[in-house]
RNA sequence: GGGCCAGUAGCUCAGUUGGCAGAGCUGCGGACUUUUAAUCCGCGAGUCGUGGGUUCGAGUCCCACCUGGCCCA
């Protein structure tokens, strides 16, 4: 069959298997073998004074070919970056040339030759030989524009990391990111766990789960919302200081700072409390941000955000003082209720005097904290984890790190006090009872595990995912996660 | 869940008042032994998201739906 001679997409997936073809013919394996990748482009071009000469060895992808009839370029692109092949027929002979010509883009091939640099000085390899690693079937996306459609980002990510650099971009400084915080805990004698992700109940944190089965054991079974009450548990166990980086599902709506599945890093530090958590959180996220960037500016949603500690420390009670105009923790329910909708607060739907606190810090507070702001001293009744300060029990040793107008985690002091916890695990037992369903559930395990006694201990929990859209300037969630939640096409 | 916007060639995008479906890149053929968005000549390339409706005639107008984005809840 003679392949169509038009450039539809049936004629274009032709040409490539025509060309598929030939290579089979010729006696060529056209998804090759292995490939001593001695180099990579970006060292090669860093080394180039040093190297200049001498023989080079790359493999990768084949971004561009221009052919000059008897002489060729193409741009090869490894993980590193990319480097310029240069082919002459009266170094690799006609047949070789000829199939250089008919490279192309998306095809993968491995290079060896000498390197050197064009008379336009641009750094190359000068093929000696090469050798088809693995035909591209598919067209790529097109050469400058790269892929914009965000659907096709999302939905064939492997695309968007070939063509668009920034994306690719993005994932190695979330890598990095991660690898600092790791070693950055290390360090100071945390030690990495894993808690289970299937149990008979969600807790740890206020959120919808989602809801699966074990057919073994007939039970249904839920997805963790949090790593929390687990960590907590090998507090009491002993181990001290504990972190699990680690994924949480929440069963809630998407949005550009949520998706159902996210990845979450908790610490627990025994004998601490929240100021210790503090100064942690500042450090790690100031030296994850050197290690992922280089520095600790960032540009996130067109502001600049210095990260370097001290952060600042706001009373959440304060704020809402100021912005609100009332001490939420004098006024009655009502009295909140309307300073809120005075300030143009919807709380409608807020069931209870929490949610309507909530929502307040949310539209109020949490938009005017751009730079790096603790968020500190929440109403106990929306922190039913947290220890009770003891000058004012009304109030939670509790902090969020604010950055950029949105949060990044949540942290306390822990609260160890078995019946004070017990009383709190009642308190969201009648709300979730009036009808609040993203109430805590009650863990008598916890409580057990902490009479068996947990010391004074401070945790924290860092959005990995939210910290990387700061760090890369992401303006969306899903641009951060390289699978992102998509419908069925 | 509500509002707004988008979906046209493999990709990036035009498409006027309802009147023959367009460009660039990609592809194919040709020229070219230092180009790099190579250049030059030539040729192709379509389920206009899906399904209905109005109309002599629909990419365009109307309705429903699908997918995605933004905003709100």
């Given at each position: ?50 190297r ?80 088809m ?76 789960p ?10 249904d ?37 949520h ?90 739907g ?10 307040c ?6 938009p ?74 009650y ?43 998509m419908?069925?096409?």
């Amino acid at each position: 069959m003679t392949p169509p001679q038009g450039g539809s997409p049936e004629s274009e997936l032709a040409a490539r298997r025509a060309k598929l073809a030939r290579l089979r013919a010729a006696g060529l394996d056209p998804f090759g073998a292995r490939f001593a990748q001695d180099d990579h482009a970006a060292d090669l071009v860093r080394d180039f004074e040093a190297r200049t000469g001498q023989a080079a060895r790359v493999a990768g992808r084949v971004m561009t070919v221009r052919v000059h009839g008897r002489a060729a370029f193409a741009d090869l692109q490894d993980a590193s970056g990319t480097i310029q092949i240069y082919a002459r027929v009266d170094k690799l002979g006609e047949g070789a040339f000829e199939g250089f010509t008919e490279l192309d883009r998306g095809d993968h091939i491995g290079v060896e030759g000498t390197l050197m640099r064009t008379r336009r000085g641009e750094v190359s390899v000068e093929a000696g030989a090469w050798t088809m690693l693995a035909k591209g079937l598919r067209p790529l996306p097109e050469k400058w524009h790269g892929l914009r459609d965000v659907e096709l980002r999302y939905r064939h990510r492997y695309v968007d990391l070939i063509v668009n650099p920034e994306a690719r971009d993005r994932f190695l400084v979330r890598a990095r990111m991660v690898t600092a915080m790791r070693r950055f805990l290390d360090a100071r004698g945390f030690v990495e766990v894993e808690t289970p992700i299937l149990g008979s109940m969600a807790a740890g944190a206020t959120a919808r789960p989602f809801t699966t089965h074990h057919n073994a054991l007939d039970m249904d079974l839920h997805l963790r919302i949090a790593t929390e009450l687990h960590l907590k548990r090998l507090i009491v166990g002993g181990l001290e200081r504990v972190y699990e980086i680690g994924r949480d599902f929440r069963n809630e709506g998407l949005s550009w700072r949520h998706n159902p599945e996210f990845t979450m890093l908790e610490v627990y530090q025994a004998f601490a409390d929240y100021e210790d958590i503090m100064r942690l959180t500042e450090e790690m996220v100031a030296d994850a941000a050197i290690a992922a960037t280089g520095g600790t500016k960032v540009t996130f949603r067109g502001h600049e955000i210095e990260l370097a500690p001290p952060w600042r420390r706001l009373s959440m009670l304060a704020a809402l003082r100021e912005q609100l105009g009332v001490d939420v923790l004098a006024a009655s329910d009502d009295e909140v209720r309307a300073a809120a909708r005075t300030k143009g607060v919807d709380v409608a739907g807020a069931s209870t005097r929490g949610q309507v606190i909530d929502a307040c810090v949310d539209h109020l507070v949490m938009p005017r904290l751009i730079q790096p702001t603790f968020l500190m001293d929440h109403p106990v009744e929306i922190s039913p984890l947290a220890k009770k300060r003891q000058d004012d029990p009304r109030v939670a040793a509790r902090f969020e790190p604010i950055v950029g107008g949105f949060e990044l985690g949540n942290a306390f002091t822990e609260l160890n006090d078995p019946d004070d916890q017990r009383e709190r695990f009642l308190e969201q037992a009648a709300e979730r009872a009036r009808g609040n369903d993203e109430a805590h559930p009650y863990d008598e395990d916890f409580i057990l595990a902490l009479e068996y006694g947990m010391p004074p201990t401070g945790g924290l929990g860092v959005g990995i995912d939210r910290l990387a859209m700061l760090l890369t300037g992401a303006e969306s969630i899903r641009d951060v996660i390289l699978f992102p939640l998509m419908r069925p096409e």
